[in-house]
């Protein structure tokens, strides 16, 4: 993600959990749809609270595991 947080003047981290909707702009989709990929257990979603969050590895390692769409020739 490019999203970084400035803390102070030095430090900059990045962040490990993300909203539904952080998740649908990094993918390019709806929020709608990001609920469905983790309601059905497709993307890992996480309890914080009562608030719900993706963790930034379990995106990854779902964007890593999506097939390549070849285009027919």
């Given at each position: 993600?490019?999203?970084?947080?400035?803390?102070g003047?030095?430090?900059?981290?990045?962040?490990?959990?993300?909203?539904?909707?952080?998740?649908?702009?990094?993918?390019?989709?709806?929020?709608?749809?990001?609920?469905?990929?983790?309601?059905?257990?497709?993307?890992?979603?996480?309890?914080?609270?009562?608030?719900?969050r993706?963790?930034?590895?379990?995106?990854?390692?779902?964007?890593?595991?999506?097939?390549?769409?070849?285009?027919?020739?």
């Amino acid at each position: 993600m490019d999203a970084l947080w400035q803390l102070g003047e030095s430090r900059v981290i990045n962040p490990m959990l993300l909203t539904y909707e952080e998740v649908a702009t990094a993918m390019s989709c709806s929020t709608r749809h990001v609920k469905r990929l983790t309601a059905d257990g497709s993307l890992p979603s996480v309890a914080v609270g009562s608030l719900t969050r993706v963790r930034v590895v379990d995106l990854d390692a779902y964007v890593a595991g999506l097939a390549i769409k070849r285009e027919a020739s």
